[in-house]
Nanobody, 121 residues
Framework: QVQLVESGGGLVQAGGSLRLSCVAS????????MGWYRQTPGKERELVAV???????TYADSVKGRFTASRDNSRTTYYLQMNSLTPEETAVYYC???????????????WGQGTRVTVSS
């Protein structure tokens, strides 16, 4: 089992930046994809970025060019750098891992506790 602990959320003005962190512990050898999701009340969790075991990064169209997923060499700490944030991106952000290719909500077996990002206009 993988345990994930997130940090880095907070309040930022529109156009500003935040960096989220997700520290993994436990059976980190099981991690294949690490995904970053966000969720607002009444909506489903939206996948915004993925970094694979092979460090292949994919992004939702809405965040391409502004968000960057990365990790450290030990594969224990993952980051989501978010630039040029908009108020519409106010949400709770979650990191999640899966031992499978192509992470989905259904196959993610570990989730962070979530960190709130608030973007003021």
């Amino acid at each position: 089992q993988v345990q994930l602990v997130e940090s880095g959320g907070g309040l930022v003005q529109a156009g500003g930046s935040l960096r989220l962190s997700c520290v993994a512990s436990g059976s980190i050898f099981m991690i294949n994809d690490m995904g970053w999701y966000r969720q607002t009340p009444g909506k489903e969790r939206e996948l915004v970025a993925v970094i694979s075991f092979g460090v292949i990064r994919t992004y939702a169209d809405s965040v391409k060019g502004r968000f960057t997923a990365s990790r450290d060499n030990s594969r224990t700490t993952y980051y989501l750098q978010m630039n040029s944030l908009t108020p519409e991106e106010t949400a709770v952000y979650y990191c999640a891992t899966t031992p499978f290719d192509s992470i989905t909500v259904a196959n993610a077996d570990s989730w962070g506790q979530g960190t709130r990002v608030t973007v003021s206009s």
